[in-house]
């Protein structure tokens, strides 16, 4: 107790405050650029915090990090771009109801279910960290495989018009994630000679490429629309917060059943928030009442992935403080700030500096406050984005992309895999290819890789992927989501043979 | 009864222009494949670095022929013919995806030598002149866009973030 007195006063301190708040602008800014991801506004904020405490600094990028994670709706929403990749299925359902002519709506839901994600995990995290820890801690990498091969069969079956094209995409990403050295031994695969390609594709290109040039291409599609001046989003925006609210609270299954997807998922080293989204999507459609809605703009969409992915900036603490695993590319660069600031990251930190970790509980419960509180007063600032004809948009954030691009590692040769990619992601948009598929399979590809390789390192016995309890749980759980696809094709296919034969 | 028809051509159309894609990725995939082989294994672990590129391209090659036996069934032989000229009739729809691509070519190769601002103004200019409605309201809103975000990013980035954004040669 004494401990969490101590990490709340360091926290709650008039200037600490200040600076999370300015953090969090700084956060949902970044994020609702596409292509100027979370990642980069945390790496941009890492050497500011460098002057300051160690408890100060840290909720100051956890401030960044909270806000991005709900900044990447704002152009996930409008533009029907994910910000980041946890914002992947924020696009199915919040995009269709924005593009209905609700985007206030879609916003608005989107904020409150970020908020009330962000408090459940919190929440579970002061409650349950310790036993989550054990739990992680237990699983092999046969699990992490197997889980790896769930996420990208999940995603692959939910998103699309074929099941064949969305596992030929997945699988497509993970050929792209071997090229470069290989994750274990370091040795060059694929490069063809090319120097850009000898570190491999880093995922931020990949996913800016795909993503944002891909999508800014859909944009300029028809030269009429954009000629006369065409805005993204029609409609007007309003945001009728408390009774958003409201919706939001009548669902409290679906919310709190995403938040702990989230929080379980989080807590998976390795795995962390772009997996959650989706998966607390898919249930979310499984369990209503009406899952065709599903991907045409329905509220439980958009509450599901925004609660899940808010929910596992709070997971993602748990394997990051105590393994000192990163979930994904933000819990990496958070980790690494941890260090910066002399923090040893292990088991023994709990153990040692109680009051930091609460304080860092305390820091995400007001980052995700102070983010409430900037969108509900002054998101019809934010929003300025909705109102800019296509025309402006498309080139401006076409120029953001390439300075992010590279901004992220100073190489000029970036931009020009960043061109290839974005080609090659429109094609594939233009052949109706599922995209998500792609992207997620490149960032866990090398997870999925080292686990399999470290799992046979182990023991050579293949078969221990299908003994060892939760590893055969999330292969069978694989297969059952690809047969579920499965049969709602043929049932489709059966439905129109009839409604053929009848005509 | 005529947009049915266009429909159906259409339709036809993007199935061929996805065989050609499962075809052109076979081959990709087959050559990675067979470049994975070459890669030696290391006696300290069971799989090498191939393995897994391996198994990868072996469960996408075996997808890509499943799809392409599909695509081959599900095509008429007369809509083979057709496809040139519904390829032609759709990059002509999509004059401006093709113009912003070849726009993103020329700036991305030019920013190394003549330097990001003036690369950037000179793109924006071009590429918000051609999509922008030709108002005077909309050519001053274009020259000021392309100034902010060509010298003004450039300044943003050096002075407050320290990072320097391609100078030139």
Redesign the interface.
Known sequence: MDAFLLGASEVLSFSTLTMMFFGAIAGIVAAAIPGFTVTMAIV?TL?LTFALPPLQGVSVMLAVYVGGYTGGLISAALLGIPGTPSALATTFDAYPMARKGEPGRALSLGIWASFFGTIISTLVLIVAAPPLAVFAVRLGPWEYFSLIVFALTIVASLVGHSL??G??SA??G??IA?IGT?P??G?P??DMGFDALRAGLPFLIVLIGIYA?SQ???E????KT????EKLVKGEIKFNNFAVMREVLAGPVNLVRSSMIGVAIGALPGAGGSIANLIAYDQAKRASKTPEEFGKGTPEGVIASESGNSATAGGGLIPMISLGIPGSAVDAILLAALMVHGISIGPRLIMDNPDLVYGMFIAMAVSSLMMLFICVVSMRAFLRVAEVP???I???V???C??GT??LN?R?SD??L??AI??FG??MK????PLAPLVLAVILGPI??TN??RA??TD?DWSLFLTRPVSLVFLVAALLSISWAIRGILKDRRKTKQVKDVA | MNENRDQVLTQEAGEIARLLSYVALLAVSIGMFLEARTIPTSRFEALGAGAFPMLVHVLLILLLISAIIGSVRQIPAEAYPRFASQAILWAKTRRLVLLMFVFLIIYITAMPVIGYPIATLVFLLAFLLTLSPKTKKAVALCVTLALLFSFGLNWLFAEVFNVFLPRGR
């Open positions: 941009l050497p064949q094209r596992l030929i699988l497509i993970l050929a071997t290989d274990m031994m040795r695969r694929f040039i800014l291409a859909t300029v599609e028809d030269p954009i000629h006369n001046g296509k025309w402006v498309v080139p401006t076409l120029v953001c390439i300075v590279f901004a100073n000029v931009l020009s960043l061109v974005g080609i429109y094609a233009a052949l109706d290819y999925a890789e399999l390789r046979l390192m050579n």
